[in-house]
């Protein structure tokens, strides 16, 4: 299987996926850090790919979204956005719009705890 067939099989069989350095509960870097604490504080339950243990993941995942960076954030298989976009759309209610659009399940009142402490 190639690089790119695993990354298709991993974002398409997980409702939520974050490619990140490290994993979702000891984050290998603040960029990572910040969209893992996010996903995590709303309650969203996501499959983390630590792209620090596997260098064809690495630079895969950046050719699959031509995305130059990590995180990577995929919601229902399609490709959200990085650190910067997650914030964005964390802060403006956005990704509450995609979860509910999509059926993730996260806690709404935890997003506008985020949100109440970012005004």
Known sequence: ???????????TSNDVVLYMKGTKTMPQCGFSSRVAGVLNFM???YADVNVLADEEIRQGIKEYSDWPTIPQLYVKGEFVGGCDIITEMTLSGELD?????EGVA??????????AANQ
């Open 106 to 115: 996260f806690d709404k009142e935890k997003a506008d705890q985020i949100r």
């Open 43 to 45: 309650g969203v339950d």
């Open 1 to 11: 299987m190639s690089t790119a067939d695993k990354i298709k099989e991993t974002v």
């Open 97 to 101: 719009e995609l979860f509910e659009k």
